[in-house]
């Protein structure tokens, strides 16, 4: 490996963490603005009724999600309706942090350990928009500039790997 193959793999992954910064930062605001539903029903639900709000949608999926048909099938059409509605898309590589990242800010109680319910289906979240002010926010900003540029690479669902903290 030369020094200029290094040097470019290191500000890919320097990047890379800093759009998985910005991405937490979009969540938390989303989730203090209660501006997020989550699941793949709930998310097709928001979609066929107001697609004009959502600015963003993540797609959460680990190895073993990889092999289940039914779910790809859903992903494959959330995504090509986002594409048709330019809504920004990301796939999230390591479901367990964004479980970490959503769960523990709506309710890490006791309740929420006990395991007598079902888990949230986190395979697919939506961001809306509630204000144009939202649009001022550097951080949703940075995601939306990062998926741009991604798609003018031909990479149409940019795949992110959320930092571990």
Known sequence: MTLEEFSAGEQKTERMDKVG???EEVLSKALSQR???V???EAAKLLNVDPDNV???LLAADEDDDRDVALQIHFTLIQAFCCENDINIL???NPGRLAELLLLE???GPAATEGAEQPPDLHCVLVTNP???QWKDPALSQLICFCRESRYMDQWV????LPER
Request: proline share 4%; with cysteine.
């Open 21 to 23: 910064d910005a991405l």
């Open 106 to 108: 709506t309710d890490a």
């Open 131 to 133: 204000h144009s002010s």
């Open 158 to 161: 940019p795949v992110i790997n």
């Open 39 to 41: 699941g793949v029903y």
């Open 35 to 37: 501006t997020i539903t």
């Open 55 to 57: 600015v963003l949608c």
């Open 91 to 93: 796939r999230v590589s």
